[in-house]
């Protein structure tokens, strides 16, 4: 069938672009210069159109990239009609909504934005709020008694809700949210768990009589990882072939606080030999959700004073890798997780760290079974390197 000149007219008026974004296309108006986004209504059978009210190519890239990134579908219209964020309050409500659910601390972070952060900046546009405003509002925060740390983190909740905005495009730009923490403040404020002596490790391991809180500790002491990481281990994460624990589960988006590729130490081998599938921390065939009563309690049995809790250990092995064993301080943050480890070779190649190597965490992990086998010799119960094993003579200990 031969089209009409009308109709071959109006099919070459618009122009379709190469790259695809997800759902959609971007077409350029040829007479008009405007561009909208495109895609396939496969109920109708037919393309479909929606302006995107813009003649600039970029402004369109932008938008069109924002419909992939938000995984939208079918008809953008209600995306494209949504009132960009002016209000401080607005940001918060975001920050809530998107990232709060999926952090650790997200029930203080609610508490410090519905507390102090909305009722006293919710209201002002974002466009208007400046530094000075910020720093007015924690000032204020610190007459009112608040502790200088305390206010350094309402700061950072505000701080971290007006990055992602800016990071999701929702907002152009944010004012800097000042630490109001000097650099001596910063390095002398308290560890949240504090450091352990071998003797109070060797009693925080007496004192378990769970299972799963074994299981945990012996995790813990053996990779000094952040507990909601060793909560998160499953044995399909081993790699038994190169001898390694991928702490990252399959899915999840590597944060600031990286869990790294950890080698397995020849005192957790037999542990985690015992464990075929599933997390290698359960209480009654469940996964364990949160350590921290469980911790509290364990903490309370062994009479141990003053902030121990379940990053004490963590900090402990930190601190015995540094000071007794010498660990060189690079390789002390990769196995703390403070640098990015990967297994695909262009980023092992950049970045010089090749879990795969012999060398790899050789010396950390040196230091983490010297530490375990120092505190099994204190122990008096638990053997830390025999899988449930108890010691001979611990029946009948009070």
Known sequence: M????????????????????????LVRDRLAAIYYVSWFDEEARQTRRRTLHTTSGVDAEKIAEQLEKHGIIGDPKAFLDKKPMTLTGEVLDYYKKERVPKIRSGEAATSAIENYVRPRLGNIPVAVLRKRDIRSFQDELLREGHALSYVS????????????????????????????????????????????????????????????????????INTAA?????????????????????MNPAGRIQT???????????TWAPWLDTVTSGPIVTYRGEAVKSIKTAMRNLVSKAKLQRRVNSTSIRHTL??????VAKVPGREISIFLGHV???KKKSTRRYSGIDPYAP?????????????????????KKWDLVKPYAIKPGWKGRK
Do not use: C
């Not at 031969?2 to 296309?25: D, M, N």
């Not at 949210?177 to 768990?193: F, H, N, Q, S, T």
């Not at 507990?227 to 072939?241: C, F, G, K, T, Y």
């Not at 600031?256 to 020849?266: C, V």
């Open 2 to 25: 031969v089209k009409s000149p009308r109709t071959r007219r109006r099919g070459h008026r618009f122009e379709r672009l190469p790259k695809a974004y997800g759902f959609y296309w």
């Open 153 to 220: 983190r309402i700061g950072s909740v505000l701080r971290a809700a007006l990055n992602l905005a800016v990071e999701d495009e929702e907002i152009p730009a944010a004012p800097n949210v000042p630490e109001i923490r000097g650099d001596a403040e910063m390095e002398a404020e308290e560890l949240r768990g504090r450091e352990l002596t071998i003797l109070e490790v060797a009693k925080l391991f007496d004192a378990i009589s769970d299972v799963h809180m074994l299981d945990y500790n012996i995790a813990e």
């Open 226 to 246: 952040r507990p909601e990481a060793v909560l998160e281990l499953v044995a399909e994460q081993i790699d038994w072939q190169h001898n390694l624990f991928e």
């Open 256 to 266: 600031k606080k990286f869990r790294p590729i950890m080698r397995i130490s020849a």
């Open 318 to 323: 930190g601190r015995y890798m540094e000071n």
């Open 340 to 342: 990015p480890v990967a």
């Open 359 to 379: 060398e790899y965490m050789s010396e950390a992990i040196a230091a983490v079974e010297a530490f375990v086998r120092e505190v099994n010799k204190h122990t």
